[in-house]
């Protein structure tokens, strides 16, 4: 790229702005190839599982053969298999996504329905996870050694060895059985959002703990912040001012990270605390051997995390001019 | 130590000393390890684990899969020290041989991962160019799926199944491997031992295998300790959802699945499985741990 004239600010900044549209297509354009071959990968999925299609559709018993010849010329089974490929991706492209083999309702209508109540609890569980996580792990670093320290490193390392699914359950008989707080099932409310969040950012909370503990240790040795003590500044503002700011990028990058773990999570979750969502949504679909759904609640899934994690890259060559030239 | 002249036996028996100094790698580790209070008791958390899961008609009575409905739902008693589930079966007895299952699961899922893994991440970055950017391309678009995502997708292709809930998980696995065995290779095939044995006609497995391989065995046994952890809990979830170890198989997450009905009246059919998952998980993390400090001592923190 061409170097700015000097002294010409607005020309600068012009030219910063380039070099992040620049990063920004080549991220776009980067993901095109993996969304293609996730495509792929989401229609295979109904050609490798064993069985006709049609024949599922119909249920599996006593269905005469022409039926099920009908159906399959109806559905273009027969045609070849790139031909199918193309009018499945062109289909997709469109948001349709078929209709269920159990409920014949459009696919694309039933993750229309989940799919608020996912994004709500992915939400809420890294919201959970960052707020508690980060004032965790700042109050282990600044009383460093201490009873505090030590209590919010345990809690830490229970919170990556814990099963999420295991901690919904131990809150449901909790709060639910014993203490009747808070709803152990259902969505809705901000009451029947508390335990799920909770259940679900657990494992990214000890991440994010653990995380922060050591940036701010290692931000505390830095002579800006000895500098700030020696300008006699209080302890509270050296903490919030120089201290907090600083230590908290690292945990700006985890974020998408985070959130694509958390994602997946919501599968387990949305089981425990029987919610509705694309999670459940899937999982019932695949017992119930309803493939479609599967499909589009997979394709879904992806399609939301790789948007999530460019729209980090995103943010992070906005703050981080470094990461565009690599 | 005091510095006094020596007789020549002593001078030999210093000697010997001195040469003990140099350790191997290894040596070094585990000496590290052995000072690590919180990774020797993890340690000794898997071994019990293994003992336990080996020899588990040794510490119960009880069959795990035998049904036994007049027992049903028994609170935890003298009898059955973990109570008993809605068909009369012993918790602590499928506890026992849960951990077998458990601990197959774990190892033969990262077993599946390296075996796939290692060779592509060797492949990939020895040789570069066309080679490396499909697998790197392969690799990104395993690591576009969030989560258990992948592990399901895999799941719904081969149908629902203990056997198959490995197979899922390992492939999952795979990416981590790959990623880290490629970097190492990347950094280390530009050493100069490595283009003298390429210049003495050395064929291209034994470069592999032999001259690049052993500098990642440290990261890479390190990587395997908290994945075995890692394909345990996911295992276990899948489990959990009806898409592992189908009844009356006694897996944990299984376990925990069928006893979400009865939470309220029964317990402990939750939360002792749930507690032993924590703990084979929480052993082979600190573990995992305790080895990378060991290994590394500058990444300790």
Redesign the interface.
């Known amino acids: 790229m061409a170097e700015p004239p000097p002294g010409t600010r607005s020309l600068a900044w012009g030219s910063e702005m380039t070099g992040l549209t620049t990063y920004i297509a080549k991220r776009l354009l980067g993901s095109v190839?993996?969304v293609l071959?996730?495509s792929v990968?989401?229609f295979s999925?109904m050609h490798?599982?064993?069985g006709d299609p049609a024949q599922m559709m119909l249920g599996e018993i006593g269905v005469l053969a022409e039926a099920t010849a009908n159906l399959r010329k109806q559905l273009g089974l027969d045609d070849p298999i790139h031909v199918q490929y193309f009018r499945f991706i062109s289909k997709a492209l469109r948001g349709d996504f078929g209709r269920s083999f159990r409920s014949s309702q459009p696919v694309a209508q039933m993750l229309k329905e989940q799919f608020p109540s996912t994004f709500e609890l992915t939400v809420a569980g890294l919201a959970t996870a960052i707020v508690l996580g980060v004032l965790l792990g700042i109050i282990a670093a600044v009383r460093r050694n201490s009873m505090v320290d030590h209590i919010s490193m345990l809690i830490a390392?229970?919170g990556?060895?814990?099963?999420g699914?295991?901690f919904g359950?131990?809150l449901?008989?909790v709060f639910s059985?014993t203490l009747r707080l808070l709803p152990a099932t259902g969505s809705g409310t901000l009451k029947h959002l508390i335990l799920p969040a909770l259940a679900l950012g657990l494992g990214a909370l000890a991440v994010v703990a653990r995380l922060v503990r050591?940036s701010v240790?290692d931000v505390l040795k830095e002579d800006y912040v000895r500098t700030a003590r020696a300008k006699g500044l209080s302890e509270r503002v050296v903490i919030y001012r120089h201290v907090l700011r600083n230590s908290l990028i690292p945990v700006v990058t985890m974020v998408g990270l985070q959130f694509?773990?958390?994602?997946?999570?919501s599968?387990?979750i949305e089981?425990?605390f029987t919610r509705q969502g694309i999670g459940r949504l899937?999982?019932n679909a695949?017992?119930d051997k309803d493939?479609q759904v599967?499909q589009g609640g997979?394709f879904l899934?992806?399609l939301?995390?790789?948007l999530v994690n460019l729209l980090v890259d995103i943010s992070y060559a906005w703050l981080d001019p470094r990461v565009r030239y690599e | 130590m005091a510095r006094v002249p020596k007789t020549q036996q002593e001078h030999a028996g210093s000697q010997a000393a001195d040469r003990q100094e140099i350790k191997s790698p290894f040596r070094l580790a585990f000496i590290r390890l052995r000072k690590n209070r919180a990774a020797m008791v993890a340690l000794v958390i898997v071994l019990a684990e293994i003992v336990v899961a080996a020899g588990a008609p040794l510490f119960t009575g009880y069959d795990p899969v035998e049904i036994n409905p007049p027992d049903a739902l028994q609170s935890p008693s003298s009898v059955h020290i973990m109570g008993t589930d809605q068909f009369g079966r012993d918790i602590w007895t499928r506890i026992l041989y849960g951990a077998r299952i458990s601990l197959q699961v774990g190892v033969i899922s990262v077993t599946i991962a390296t075996l796939i893994g290692v060779p592509m991440g060797l492949i990939a970055g020895y040789y570069g160019g066309r080679v490396d950017t499909a697998v790197v391309?392969a690799m990104?678009?395993m690591l576009?799926?969030?989560?258990?995502?992948l592990a399901?997708?895999i799941?719904?292709?081969l149908?629902?199944s203990l056997a198959n809930s490995m197979i899922a998980v390992g492939i999952s696995a795979i990416p981590a491997r790959v990623r880290l065995v490629r970097g190492s290779v990347l950094s280390t095939k530009e050493n100069a031992y490595i283009e003298a044995a390429r210049a003495l006609g050395c064929p291209v497995t034994t470069i592999m295998f032999r001259h690049i391989l052993p500098n990642i065995v440290s990261p890479l046994i390190v990587l395997t300790s908290l994945s075995i952890?890692n394909a345990i809990?996911t295992a276990?979830?899948l489990s959990?959802?009806?898409?592992g170890a189908q009844p009356p198989i006694p897996e944990w997450?299984a376990m925990?699945g069928g006893g979400?009905a009865y939470?309220?009246v029964a317990?402990w059919m939750?939360?002792f499985?749930?507690v032993a998952?924590?703990i084979t998980?929480?052993g082979m993390?600190?573990l995992g741990d305790g080895l990378r400090d060991a290994f590394d001592p500058k990444l300790s923190?």
């Open positions: 190839p993996i071959a996730l990968l989401v999925i490798l599982v064993p390392l229970f990556v060895s814990m099963p699914f295991w359950l131990v449901i008989m059985f050591s240790l694509g773990r958390l994602l997946g999570g599968v387990v089981q425990v899937t999982v695949i017992l493939f599967v997979v899934s992806a939301v995390f790789i | 391309g990104d678009l576009a799926f969030p989560g258990i995502l399901l997708a799941v719904t292709i149908g629902p952890a809990l276990a979830s959990f959802l009806g898409l997450g925990l979400r939470m309220g317990w939750t939360t499985p749930g998952i924590m998980v929480l993390n600190i923190t």
